[in-house]
């Protein structure tokens, strides 16, 4: 890819970016915190069962 366009996209993306209001950043923080807390209990469930069933043998 040509370099003098890649920086053209680049600074036409800063451009276009803006900081999200307080409203729009707390939806994304609770979405991000509520994928973490489904990631670790999908986890947590698959280590518990198959620390049942080690421990039943």
Avoid: C, W
Avoid at 6 to 12: I, S, V
Avoid at 25 to 35: A, D, F, I, K, P
């Amino acid at each position: 890819m040509n370099p003098r366009q890649t920086l053209r996209n680049m600074a036409n993306t800063m451009k276009m970016a803006r900081k999200p209001d307080r409203d729009e950043y707390s939806q994304h923080l609770r979405l991000v915190l509520l994928g973490i807390a489904g990631v670790g209990a999908i986890g947590f469930t698959i280590q518990f069962v198959f620390s049942v069933i080690t421990f039943g043998r």
